[in-house]
Structures are given as structure tokens and as C-alpha cells.
């Protein structure tokens, strides 16, 4: 797979993503949504869909209940469209690595939520000083 596929993988994420956030949707995250996005944007739109609508099938049942969700279906699809349109991974070994992927990064998350929660001290103090561009530039 070549940087640029992979940049354009990840666009695709990041615009599903940004839709989501700004419309508050949870359908542009959902693998029958995203895995055509990521095949249009990688040049194969049929593969896409395919893979979406199978990974869907696998993370049907999947919803963040609370907040906790078993595995990052967003990640998982993107990784799995991209290795099969981009790389040439056969369906079956790109569906099982994705997969694998999707559970392994959904454990990251607790990292991430440590990291935010450990870096908000810091942010109320920004706020305290009446630093609000430094709590913009701290926010991004």
C-alpha cells in the first residue's frame, strides 16, 4: 500500500468522522457507510461496499451502550477496505485483520481517556489565567 492510499484511507475516516460530529449522526461511522467512502476515495467503490456491508454484518449488534463498546468498528473498517483495495489482501485475511485491529485499538481508548483526564488540570489552570488562546491551542 502506498502512503498516498493510506493518507486517503484516513481521509475518508476523518470526513465520515467530521459529518458525524458536526450533524450529530452515528450512521457515517457505521461500516455500511464508510466502507463505500473509503473505497470511492481509494479508487474501488464495488470492493467498498462489500466489505461495509460485511464488516456491518459482523458490528450489527454493536452499539456504545455507556460508552463502552467492544471493539473500534470506524478503525476496523477502514483498516479492512484498505488492505483489501489498496494492499491486495484476500477478503478473508483482511476481514480477520481488521478485526484483530479494531479489538486491539479499542483497548487504546482507555489510554486515550487517561491521557485527557490527566490533561485537565492543566486546562483549568490555562482557563484560570484568562489564557483562552492557550486553551484553544491546547484543545486542538
Known amino acids: ?18 459529518i458525524d460530529s458536526f450533524f450529530g449522526w ?4 457505521r ?3 464508510l466502507g463505500p467512502i473509503v473505497g470511492l476515495f481509494v479508487g474501488d467503490l464495488k470492493t467498498g461496499a462489500i ?3 460485511n464488516l456491518e454484518a459482523i458490528y450489527m449488534g454493536v452499539s456504545a451502550i455507556g460508552g463502552v463498546i467492544a471493539a473500534n468498528i470506524q478503525v476496523a473498517t ?9 494492499a491486495g489482501v484476500d477478503y478473508e485475511s483482511s476481514v480477520a485483520i481488521a478485526t484483530a485491529v ?24 490555562t482557563l484560570k489565567k484568562g489564557n483562552f488562546k492557550g486553551m484553544v491551542t491546547q484543545m486542538w
Open 31 to 33: 461500516p455500511i457507510f
Open 102 to 125: 479494531g479489538a486491539v485499538l479499542n483497548s487504546l481508548s482507555a489510554v486515550q481517556k487517561a491521557m485527557r483526564a490527566a490533561w485537565h488540570p492543566i486546562m483549568i489552570n
Open 51 to 53: 466489505m461495509g456491508a
Open 78 to 86: 477502514v483498516v479492512g477496505v484498505g488492505l483489501n483495495v489498496c
Open 26 to 29: 452515528q450512521a457515517m461511522s
Open 1 to 18: 500500500m502506498q502512503v498516498s492510499q493510506a493518507l486517503l484511507c484516513c481521509l475518508a475516516y476523518f470526513v465520515c468522522a467530521m
